[in-house]
């Protein structure tokens, strides 16, 4: 059974920094993608961010493009999300998911992921 579990949110002010990390198990996770997704109250969950199995692929949502990176270390099966210059309109309940195949990251099947519960993070203008 796969399982991953989300941690490093928190409270930042506009302009700061978090790198959030995602820890899998039950799973050969260099054969997964991975993605973070996030869901602002009274919105809908968007997908932020994707990495294909090795990390040769990758992929973000175009509000967040040149302020976030995602990352994978496969010797430790954790997925990063490096978030820089944050912004108040990034507060949400960020989720870690793990897909089999890229594309379901990237499109947003959601129903074909394995989510974790995730984690806060909240920029404070």
């Known amino acids: 059974q796969v399982q991953v579990v989300e941690s490093g949110g928190g409270l930042v002010q506009a302009g700061g920094s978090l790198r959030l990390s995602c820890t899998a198990s039950?799973?050969?996770?260099?054969?997964?993608?991975m993605g973070w997704f996030r869901q602002a109250p009274g919105k809908e969950r968007e997908g932020v961010s994707c990495?294909?199995?090795?990390?040769?692929?990758?992929y973000y949502v175009d509000s967040v493009k040149g302020r976030f990176t995602i990352s994978r270390d496969n010797s430790k099966n954790t997925l990063y999300l490096q978030m820089n210059s944050l912004k108040p309109e990034d507060t949400a309940m960020y989720y870690c998911?793990?897909?089999?195949?890229?594309?379901?990251?990237?499109?947003?099947?959601?129903?074909?992921?394995?989510w974790g519960q995730g984690t806060q993070v909240t920029v404070s203008s």
């Open positions: 039950g799973l050969t996770f260099e054969d997964y993608a």
């Open positions: 990495i294909s199995g090795r990390g040769a692929a990758t």
């Open positions: 998911a793990a897909f089999v195949r890229y594309m379901y990251c990237t499109d947003s099947w959601e129903g074909l992921g394995s």
